[in-house]
């Protein structure tokens, strides 16, 4: 029998298997020759940094909002403590207790704070929609109305000071030196992440990765600022009702 004619005969009804190539691989196909090796390669790179960016976004957008989230819980737990005890030492009437009425440079204070939370959500805005000239005028106005916050606030302690209103012999005066401090520290943390985030958009860029780190960035700062905003509201009641 003729051996040649039999494996003819089996490969014909065998199925006809070929390799197909991927995009700018260097695997010969049928009828063709090799693909472009830097095709496959630049293919890869292409693929590997988006991935990358991806990996890189994803962490920079949990790490901002993580530290945001626990800066904002040790500040509720500052705060708490501090109003937990005012108002303990408020409902003892004590004869040391002596209210007294707030000082003007307070309500200017207050209408600072809100006007700032106001112009940051423009700026926060304008970071959204890849608007940074606005972007950055925004941001400086909000910086600015934060520093004349610290500024009346200033101006109350001397007020107060002023009139003979001390630490000493007065525990209401004493929360409200106390209180009102810790909350522009707290304000003056928050002007440092405001020239952080402008510094950040001082440049035009049409990096995507960057366009979106910017947004996070914003979004975190703002959960931040519009926080101290609410908070202070929360002290003047205290104070100025509360007594």
């Known amino acids: 029998m003729n051996t040649g004619v039999i ?13 197909v190539s991927a995009p700018g691989s260097n ?6 020759g090799g693909g472009n090796d830097d095709g496959a390669d630049k293919y890869r790179e292409r693929n590997d940094f988006k991935e990358l960016g991806t990996e890189e976004d994803d962490q920079n957008r949990d790490k901002a909002r993580v530290i ?5 819980i040790i500040v509720l737990m500052t705060f708490g403590g501090l109003i937990g005890a005012y108002v303990v030492i408020a409902t003892n009437n ?39 000239k606005d972007a950055r ?19 109350a302690w001397m007020a107060l000071s002023a009139a ?43 990096y995507a990765p960057e366009l979106e ?9 703002g959960y931040y600022w519009h926080f ?3 908070l202070w509201l929360a002290l003047v009641g205290l104070l100025g009702f509360w007594k």
């Open 68 to 72: 945001t989230w626990f800066l904002l």
């Open 27 to 32: 695997t010969p196909t049928p009828g063709g």
């Open 164 to 206: 003979g209103l001390y630490v000493e012999g007065n525990p209401y005066a004493g929360f409200f030196y106390i209180l009102t401090g810790v909350h522009a520290v707290h304000v003056l943390g928050g002007i440092v992440a405001l020239g952080a985030i402008l510094l950040r958009v001082w440049n035009d860029t049409d």
């Open 137 to 155: 005028k925004y941001l400086i106005a909000t910086t600015g109305i934060g520093g004349v916050f610290i500024a009346s606030q200033m101006i």
């Open 94 to 132: 004590v004869a040391e207790w002596k209210p007294f009425d707030l000082p003007f440079p307070i309500w200017v204070s207050t209408a600072l704070i809100l006007i700032s939370s106001v112009v940051y959500h423009f700026a926060k805005s304008a970071v959204d929609d890849d608007r940074p």
């Open 228 to 230: 101290m905003g609410i």
């Open 213 to 221: 780190y910017r947004r996070n960035i914003a979004r975190s700062v």
């Open 7 to 19: 494996e003819d005969h089996i490969d014909a009804k065998l199925p006809d298997k070929r390799r």
